[in-house]
């Protein structure tokens, strides 16, 4: 078994304006669902050139503080009213 390997970890998950353009929005939100994000290297669509980690890590903290936190006003409102349709 002396054979090389690669990892695709980059582009199955592309962030775009648009359900059209990519999966997930800027904000990390896969467009058509709610509560469900991605925050990993999956969301750069194109191969860098240089080690994606620092990026990575960048794009993930980003969408991280845009999620509400559980005890937010922001996410006790959208909890209402999920509650409220049902």
Not at 14 to 38: C, Q, T
Not at 80 to 85: G, K, P, Q, T
């Amino acid at each position: 078994f002396n054979l090389s390997t690669t990892a695709h970890i980059l582009g199955g998950c592309p962030m775009g304006r648009s359900a059209e353009e990519g999966v997930i929005d800027k904000h990390g939100r896969l467009f058509g669902y709610e509560n469900f994000y991605v925050a990993d290297g999956s969301i750069i669509p194109v191969n860098l050139s240089v080690n994606p980690s620092l990026t990575i890590l960048a794009l993930s903290e980003w969408i991280m503080s845009h999620i509400p936190r559980r005890n937010s006003p922001a996410h006790l409102e959208a909890q209402d009213s999920v509650r409220h349709e049902s």
